[in-house]
């Protein structure tokens, strides 16, 4: 069995992986998304 300690270490790690993911999940679709808008010449 798993210590507090342990454990804490363990859940974190999966956060900061799900998190890291998640985050560059959505950088990939942002720049799939905006590379066809870029020919208006205009940001955003």
Same mark, same amino acid.
């Given at each position: ?12 790690? &999966? ?5 890291? &993911?998640? &985050? ?21």
């Amino acid at each position: 069995m798993l210590t507090a300690p342990e454990l804490t270490l363990l859940l974190l790690a &999966v956060v900061i992986g799900l998190g890291s &993911v998640f &985050v560059w999940m959505v950088w990939e679709i942002e720049q799939t998304m905006s590379r066809p808008h870029r020919k208006g010449g205009r940001i955003g």
